[in-house]
């Protein structure tokens, strides 16, 4: 049996973030009573017509240049002709032999560093309507969302696994985040995936037959997904069968993928030119400015993290990957806590935090200063660790300043020797036995002395000063 290798590439299809759509002036939001934000154009009456949102091009273009994409000059749109009860005019408008922009690349994090996943193309198109399903036996279309501008990003077949395949997503994801183009939801649709996935005989070059994965809404189902596929494609080859070009729905209840219909060919959409669009031109100072005007993007704030923060390259990559989270860390800096103790905490407590009850950073209400004022405290010794997570849990919801919390529960560790020092002594002489065995050299009792002041303390005694404490104190009277 030959050992197999996956190929997959990817067409991300991200809505962009703009007020209104991408050929009329009605809005883009997200949620509203269906069919409201509707106009002649976006429903496709008879002799409306179209006029390209200039913002809509902005922000792809600026995608473009984030992705290292090559900006053409000219390019076109074209209708692509489908019926669907979703799309009204029965084309979308996109583009095809000459799309916004071409040959671009975005590097992904793998096991032994970075690699390089090119970028075919990016073109700009319009967002279909929504189909509402009923109980079965009718369907109900919401043409809110039709016309809201979309790119789609086509990479070439170079991610080798799922992991990677998920990966890419994420960075793609983070760099649209830091651009402000597209709120990359996943669950809502904004940002979302169709996955080409064939397998071929590891050691050759050629590509086996092609599958089309849809319905993909997280990043866990990708995954999902393409492992499940894969299996499937090579059960089927190992048993002499042959895998059919075909576009298939992953079900994400049985984690199974089921065909959905044969892969249509650019053919079958008979594309040709929009006779109601102009040709996009776009000057060489307008593209200039525009990429004069983009914010510092995951990969050089990853690299000044190293750079000018001391952090491991890794830890970089953990705190950059959410813009979010990369703004709440830098935000927590400056307030006397080195770097890397603030790190620890974000990947560390924070993350954790929001992992748990599956939010976002918005969700903590804990301010950046406050988390440096938290960290502080342990670093004085003020309180340990155990109790600041405690603290944490709690200014996680309500946002209090961590040193109020620490107050008001009379949290701060006890430090003073005299008081210490009184502690241990009471200690020490409940349990002469123990004294004794410490003495003759049983060094691990310092642990077990050090718990039973923590105990008399209500855990408030300096762990670190109890156990030096001990040692002294225990010490007395030896030779
Ligand atoms: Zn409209």
């Known amino acids: 049996m030959p050992e197999f290798e996956t190929v997959i590439g990817l067409e991300v299809h991200a809505q962009l973030k703009t007020e209104s759509k991408i050929f009329c002036s009605c809005s883009t939001r997200f949620g509203e009573a269906p069919n409201t934000n509707v106009c002649p154009v976006c429903t496709g009456m008879p002799g409306s017509l179209p006029v390209l949102n200039a913002r809509a091009v902005e922000y792809a273009v600026k995608m473009a240049l984030a992705v290292h994409c090559q900006v053409n000059r000219r390019s076109l749109f074209a209708r692509k002709n489908y019926f669907y009860p979703d799309l009204p005019m029965g084309y979308q408008i996109s583009q095809y032999d000459q799309p916004l922009a071409e040959h671009g690349w975005v590097e992904i994090p793998v096991e032994e560093g970075t690699k390089r996943i090119g970028i075919t193309r990016i073109h700009m198109e319009n967002d279909a309507g929504k189909l509402l399903h009923s109980d079965g036996t009718w369907s109900q279309v919401d043409l809110n969302r039709a016309g809201t501008p979309l790119i789609e990003i086509v990479s070439e077949p170079d991610l080798r696994s799922a992991a990677e395949a998920v990966a890419y997503l994420k960075s793609l994801r983070a760099i649209l985040m830091y651009l402000g183009i597209c709120d990359g939801n996943m669950e809502e649709g904004s940002f979302r995936c169709d996955a080409n996935v064939s397998i071929r005989p590891r050691g050759t070059t050629g590509f086996g037959t092609r599958t089309e994965l849809k319905n993909m809404n997280s990043f866990r189902n990708v995954e ?38 044969g892969k249509e060919e650019a053919h079958d959409y008979r594309y040709f030119p929009d006779p109601d669009l102009v040709p996009l031109v776009l000057d060489e100072a307008q593209i200039a400015a525009w990429k ?3 914010p510092e993007l995951p990969a050089q704030r990853r690299e000044r993290f190293v750079t000018t923060l001391g952090l491991g390259a890794a830890d970089a990559e953990v705190l950059t990957a959410e813009k979010a989270v990369a703004d709440y860390f830098e935000a927590a800096l400056g307030h006397g806590v080195e770097a890397k103790k603030i790190a620890n905490w974000v990947m560390g407590d924070v993350l954790r935090e929001l992992n748990d009850r599956g939010v976002g950073m918005e969700a903590c209400r804990l301010s950046p200063v406050g988390l440096a004022h938290l960290v502080a405290m342990v670093e004085a010794g003020t309180i340990n660790a155990s109790q600041a997570r405690a603290v944490f849990r709690e200014v996680f919801d309500s946002g209090e300043d961590p040193r109020a919390v620490v107050e008001r529960h009379g949290l701060a560790q006890v430090s003073d020797d005299a008081a210490l020092e009184a502690w241990v002594r009471e ?15 049983e060094k691990k009792l310092v642990g077990f002395f050090v718990g039973q002041v923590m105990r008399r303390s209500g855990g408030k005694a300096n762990p670190g000063k109890v156990s030096e404490l001990v040692a002294r104190v225990a010490g007395e009277g030896q030779p």
Do not use: Y
């Not at 492992?227 to 895998?243: I, K, S, Y």
């Open 224 to 261: 999902r997904a393409i492992l499940a596929e894969v299996r499937r494609q090579v059960e089927l080859v190992e048993d002499g069968e042959a895998v059919v070009q075909e576009t298939r729905l992953f079900d994400a209840a049985k984690g199974v993928t089921r065909s959905m219909r």
């Open 292 to 294: 004069a005007e983009l």
């Open 427 to 441: 200690v020490l002489e409940a349990n002469p036995d123990e004294v004794a065995r410490l003495r003759a050299g």
